[in-house]
């Protein structure tokens, strides 16, 4: 189960910080990230964490703005969003895949995932 939390409305330049509680994806072999969904638009990947942590994927109009980040212990994963700009307006989820049946794509595909958070809105203005 992967329930976000932190979506809010903000103004342009704003931060804000995109909790997904995550549980039964605890293995190492779990990779997680984040996809986000404007009106009218199809789902983009905006971040991934992968090789247990060691390495994170942003999407280039997020790099300097967004960081990824997970807290093993809590089973939580995060995404920093500072400088945030009224295009950052979407829906947030939350997503995790098992690496041994689906290696990592990058960019991360909406079809790579089956394991999806119901969504945190996130509105910029």
């Known amino acids: 189960q992967l329930v976000e939390s932190g979506g809010a409305s903000v103004q342009a330049g704003g931060s804000l910080r995109l909790s997904c509680a995550a549980s039964?994806?605890?293995?190492?072999?779990?990779?997680m990230g984040w996809f986000r969904q404007a009106p009218g638009k199809e789902r983009e990947g905006v971040a991934l964490i992968y090789n247990s942590g060691g390495s994170t994927y942003l999407v280039d109009s997020v790099k300097g703005r967004f960081t990824i980040s997970q807290d093993n212990a809590k089973n939580t994963l995060y995404l920093q969003m500072n400088s945030l700009k009224p295009e950052d307006t979407a829906m947030y989820f939350c997503?995790?895949?098992?690496?041994?049946?689906?290696?990592?794509?990058?960019?991360?595909?909406?079809?790579?995932?089956?394991?999806w958070g119901q969504g945190t809105q996130v509105t910029v203005s």
């Open positions: 039964g994806y605890t293995d190492s072999s779990y990779y």
């Open positions: 997503v995790a895949e098992d690496e041994r049946w689906r290696p990592v794509h990058l960019p991360p595909r909406e079809s790579d995932f089956a394991y």
